[in-house]
């Protein structure tokens, strides 16, 4: 453990949800749903004003539009997700030369490696920095935590949420640490967790009361000894600024389970050119390959086949992937299927003993190879928009001759609704157009921050998420146009319910989130007992610093009557503060 905290933990509040928000002023400030749009797809990110209906990543598309039905569903841009989080990083890297992105929106940093004083008050003042400088070149919010080990950092991040810092002092791990539930430590899964609940342990308190000993016998030992030191507080990981894919693998989940042979066969073709693609595009090379196959009543079934070398030719990957499928049954139906490469190298070595396909072969399979699947967060669906121009996928950009860059609202019956507005307008009007206008084309993202012409900002007062520089304060929503038709269902054309106050939710403050902590040091003057934990209530934390403007809201209400300072969960949950952790410095300016 370090005696400073001065490794930063930095995680991007809502990505996707907020890039789009970002981008469409028409949506700031109503629940966005962000995922594959399809039957079985699956939500990828919703932002805070859909999370209050319980909407969370992961989720089944189909269970959060009966939760949220009112919301925006949009298809991904992954190209806009991935600008924005090159800037992210870049910044990163301006201060150390050593960070580790785990994903497009989060990453460790060692700070100490940047030559920052291993000081509280040194690091602190980076994090706000950091904080200050991702909304003048994004335009979106991070929180950041800080802390003398990697496990503590991503924690004190999860407890900033949304929009804040968290810093922990070393030595204050175990107050901090042990009223939190066992699934917080990493590497404690469902199963791990039920088998510690059995034996009658639910926090880390009771984790590291257990003893090394006890874990190891439930756990085994490499499991059950680090499990101990994690509950201990002990994390010794190195921040690593290289880390190695150790493979590369795509896999769809299909709208209607496939029962025919041939299109099962073509699927993994086209699932395996996808593959190989990606591995190309990283500059690797694999030795063996992985078929997935999800049948219809969710048994799941792996085969894999190691090559003589390397490769990363296409022929030879689909045989392999031919050969895997034969020894697999799928006449009761398949509901996903996956093609992967494992073992990956720098260099490739020819197969000289593979059994390429036919040239006639390879045509036919790509002939027959029709996308028709969902991705199970969308992706898959975003890459068919592109490859398809005319499949108008809610969310995606459209430039029209005559009205200028939009995004498509719905379609459907034939019919595309597109909304045309820039990141730096007002809501903007809605029009339809025939699914085969010649006058309408796919667009490119437009960038969040900073106009065409002018540079200015793309966070203006009617954006949920902006703060005034001078006040330190969220901006009331003002002037924001309901969606016309909730993105998503095709051919919807009628105004969401509720996007401008016809009851959404219940009116009034929700329950459950008054009370003052004791302890608690808060500049919030005009704060009533606000929640301030991502999930729930803000418990007892004697020792934690809060500091914020007036304690209002940093996205003001998502939907007509429903007020919150953290809309993250309904308020009155199971707090996911700890009671009393001396030494914890909180803020969120």
Known sequence: MRRAPTILHLDMDAFYAAAEQAAKPSLRGKPVVVGGLGARGVVATASYEARVFGVRSAMPTAQARRLCPNAAYLTPRFELYRRVSEVVMELLRGLSPLVEPLSLDEA???????????????????????????????????????????????????????????????????????????????????????????????????????????????????????????????????????????????????????????????????????????????????????????????????????????????????????????????????????????????????????????????????????????????????????????????????????????????????????????????????????????????????????????GQSSIPATCPNSRSPEEGRPQEASGAAPVAGAPGAAGSGEPIPGAAGSGAGAAGVIPGAAGVTPGVAEDRPAASGSASGPEGECGAVPGVVLSGAEGTSSVPEAVSGVASSRPEAVFGAVPSRPEAVPGVEMSSR
């Open 108 to 454: 460790f940093v060692d700070l100490e490696a940047g030559g920052v004083e291993a000081d509280t008050r040194a690091v602190r003042e980076v994090g706000v920095r950091l904080r200050r400088d991702i909304r003048e070149h994004t335009g979106l919010t991070g929180s950041v935590g800080l802390a003398g080990a990697k496990m503590l950092a991503k924690i004190a991040s999860e407890q900033a949420k949304p929009d804040g810092l968290v810093v922990i002092e070393p030595g204050t791990e175990q107050a901090l640490l042990g009223p939190l539930p066992v699934r917080t430590l990493p590497g404690v899964g469902p199963a791990t967790a039920e088998a510690l609940r059995r034996a009658g342990i639910t926090t880390v308190a009771e984790t590291a009361e257990a003893g090394q000993d006890e874990l190891v016998r439930l756990l085994g030992k490499a499991h059950g000894a680090g499990l101990y030191a994690m509950a201990l507080g002990r994390d010794e990981r190195p921040v690593v600024a290289e880390r190695d894919a150790k493979s590369v693998s795509v896999e769809d989940t299909f709208e209607v389970d496939l029962t025919d042979r041939t299109r099962v066969r073509a699927e993994v073709m086209r699932l395996a050119e996808r593959c190989v693609r990606r591995l190309r595009a990283a500059g690797r090379s694999g030795r063996t390959v992985v078929l997935k196959v999800r049948n219809y009543d969710f048994s799941t079934l792996t085969r894999s086949e190691t090559l003589r070398g390397p490769t990363d030719d296409l022929a030879v990957v689909r045989e392999a992937a031919g050969r895997l499928l034969d020894t697999v049954d799928t006449t009761g139906g398949v509901r996903l299927l996956g093609v992967g490469v494992s073992g990956l190298a720098d260099f490739t070595q020819e197969d000289l003993f593979a059994q390429l396909a036919t040239e006639r072969e390879a045509a036919a399979r790509e002939a027959a190879a029709e996308p028709q699947a969902t991705g199970t967060t969308g992706e898959e669906e975003a890459r068919e928009a592109e490859e398809r121009p005319r499949r108008w996928l809610p969310g995606l950009d459209v430039v029209h001759e005559e009205h200028g860059p939009g995004w498509v609202q719905g379609s459907g019956l034939g019919r595309v609704t597109v909304r045309f507005e820039q990141p730096w307008s007002g809501p903007g009007r809605v029009r339809t157009f025939a699914v085969d206008d010649p006058a309408l084309r796919p667009g490119e993202p437009l960038p969040l921050v900073g106009g065409p012409e002018d």
